[in-house]
């Protein structure tokens, strides 16, 4: 690594010789192999990069000019040219965020590792430069998979707009998001790569015609002249020329020098410019580039030589749902599934295989998604549409006024909910809960583990009439959690042996197993318990406000921001219903977590056993007088 090592900022670029240049994109492949695979994170993105990230920062100046990268799991090989070399925690607790992260660099500008917003950042990033008269150029960096997201389009019909003020678009095409793109804009993008271009076509036109005596240089600038319908036969680029965008391309997105000759001429340009590279994810690395699905986008521990994961992490919480899939559509033919661009990730590749003509695509389009889901809702069918948690905060109105509204049986299926812990804080899935609680008719179900993932996504599909979520972890799912009764639609999980119980803990999800913890923790404290999981905590099963009465405390834990989460439904019912029981709800507190392993955020955030146990023992000591003030572990939330 001696040339990385050399590098600790941008402009130690600008010494480099072509072929050192090489030698350094070689050595940054060998790094991010070598390290990505001890630590897990996105390998295939960055290894596709490489060369691209280097042009960008000889041609501009970091951090004057502002290099914005769209989602940011590609910010890897950025980080390394900006001086961040330490890869040894990346992801990890006080280790380097695996997106960009303002507090690491001042070279990071966008934090936010949602898809399809860079191109509105640049564009009030230019508008910015305009106004207070900056010299500062402003470069976005968007893959041909984002842009299959309506937000990026809504962006460049503002940015064309601005004949003369100046933007550079670098479209990063490696014809894949996180599996192949697809859509009309990547048959067009298709198209451009598969097409001899118009500057070549015109180049080899003039050598011949200026060759031609007399009427060869009118020739060819009557030819010229007609480059518009020219450019739309020969490499029909026309869609971005005919927004107002000048276009450059395609360029090999390996080919420094290449590369930096195109940026060099969007950057002199005066106004939006969309430079079109054609890059390979995954790049140099045999084990990624024979990973059909999706050239190890995002990886886990593995052996770098063979690409194989070190060790097998169990039955996840995904692939339980997705098997399940299969067998409902062996059942039922009026069940199709939706997805985000996302059709691995969210477990539904074993349902396109089985069903072919029943899964849907959408891109990075989940406002769209949600949209066609009430379509094909209203058209007769059943769909399932499958998307990280996090993501479904940008569709909240479309399932409002779209889905709910309409009352449209469709079933959302929301995976990696609750705290993520190592993508950060835009990928925790920890509003889901808050967001939906104010959707009319709207049901959600929260499972348990494997078994209730199965009997409750089969439950939700049987609702015709109303939007229903079913919502899970991210990881590995633990052993079946048996029921030891039934109140109402609720299972009972523990209860006394004899008597009465002092307090009702609410269980929800996946924290069934740390909820009974906490009930062993507060028998040996004297204090009996009543564990109950919910299943569907929207709405609050009537039967839990007559079960309150019965306890001298209710506490709910759920991992779901306290800010109207399950615990403020489960209290507003309990006032409606005329039960005044104290109520301590457990939960997410409403700010950002930073990256660290899922432990580890929930011990800092007080979601553990102990902690629980600590504060409700302190609870019901002052309700029996012994304390007059809680201990100081109650402060915490």
């Not at 299926?413 to 920890?430: F, I, K, Q």
């Not at 939906?436 to 709207?442: A, D, E, F, Y």
């Amino acid at each position: 690594m001696a040339l990385l090592t050399r590098i600790t900022g941008p402009r130690d670029l600008d010494r480099l010789t072509p072929e050192q240049l090489d030698r350094l994109a070689a050595e940054i492949r060998t790094f991010l192999v070598d390290e990505v695979s001890k630590t897990g994170g996105h390998l295939g993105p960055n290894l596709g990069v490489v060369e691209l990230t280097i042009a960008l920062h000889r041609v501009f100046e970091s951090p004057k000019d502002k290099i914005l990268f769209d989602t940011g799991h590609q910010s890897y090989v950025h980080k390394l040219l900006t001086g961040r070399q330490d890869f040894s925690k990346l992801k990890m607790k006080g280790g380097l965020s695996g997106y960009p992260s303002r507090a690491e660099s001042e070279h990071d500008v966008i934090e936010n590792s949602h898809a399809s917003t860079v191109l509105g950042w640049a564009d009030g990033l230019a508008k910015a430069n305009e106004v207070l008269k900056k010299d500062d150029r402003v470069v976005a960096v968007i893959g041909d998979g984002a842009l299959t997201g309506g937000m990026a389009w809504e962006a460049l019909n503002n940015i064309a707009v601005a004949k003369d003020r100046p933007l550079v678009i670098v479209v990063n095409d490696n014809e894949r998001s996180y599996a192949p793109t697809i859509g009309g804009l990547a048959n067009h993008l298709a198209t451009l790569r598969t097409t001899d271009g118009y500057e070549r076509f015109l180049a080899r036109g003039k050598d011949i015609l200026e060759r031609t005596p007399v009427v060869g240089r009118p020739l060819y600038e009557t030819l010229h002249g007609a480059k518009k319908g020219l450019k739309d036969f020969i490499a029909p680029q026309g869609m971005f020329e005919d927004l107002g965008l000048k276009y450059v391309g395609p360029i090999d997105g390996h080919d420094i020098e290449a590369l930096e000759s195109a940026l060099q001429r969007a950057k002199r340009f005066g106004g939006p410019v969309i430079v079109h590279c054609l890059t390979e994810k995954g790049r140099g690395y045999q084990p990624a580039l024979a990973d059909e699905a999706d050239r190890f986008h995002a990886v886990g521990k593995i052996h770098p030589d063979t690409g194989l994961p070190i060790a097998s992490s169990g039955v996840d919480w995904t692939s339980v749902f997705g098997e399940e899939m299969v067998e409902l559509g062996k059942e039922r033919e009026d069940i199709v599934a939706i997805t985000a661009a996302m059709l691995q990730p969210v477990g539904l590749d074993k349902f396109a295989k089985a069903f072919p003509d029943r899964v849907y695509d959408v891109g990075i389009a989940e406002q769209h998604g949600a949209v066609s889901a009430a379509g094909l809702a209203t058209g007769g069918l059943h769909p399932v549409f499958a998307v990280y948690a996090t993501f479904l905060n940008r569709a909240f109105d479309q399932v409002l006024m779209d889905v709910a509204l309409h009352r449209c049986g469709v079933t959302f299926v929301l995976d990696r909910a609750g705290v993520t812990g190592t993508d950060g804080a835009s990928h925790n899935g920890m509003w889901d809960m808050s967001i939906l609680q104010c959707v009319p008719t709207l049901r959600i179900a929260a499972p348990r583990d494997a078994d209730q993932v199965r009997a409750q996504l089969r439950e939700a599909v049987e609702v015709d009439d109303a939007p229903t979520v079913v919502r899970f972890s991210k990881g590995a799912v633990g052993p079946a959690v048996k029921a030891v009764g039934k109140a109402g639609a609720m299972d009972i999980l523990r209860r006394p042996a004899e008597g009465a119980a002092d307090v009702l803990l609410v269980s929800v999800g996946a924290l069934a197993p740390m909820c009974l913890e906490i009930a062993d923790l507060l028998d040996r404290q004297g204090i009996t318990t009543t564990v109950v999981d919910p299943r569907w905590v929207k709405p609050v099963d009537e039967a839990l406000a007559p079960l309150a009465e019965q306890h001298r405390v209710v506490v709910t834990v759920e991992d779901n921001s306290r800010a109207g989460g399950v615990g403020s439904a489960i209290a507003q019912a309990l006032r409606d219903a005329g039960v005044d029981v104290p109520l301590r709800d457990f939960g997410i507190p409403p700010r950002f977590l930073d990256h660290a392993s899922r432990k580890e955020v929930m011990a800092e955030i007080g979601l553990t056993a102990p902690d629980i146990a600590r504060q409700v023992t302190g609870l019901v000591a002052r309700l029996d007088g012994r304390l007059e003030a809680a201990p100081a572990e109650a402060a915490r939330d």
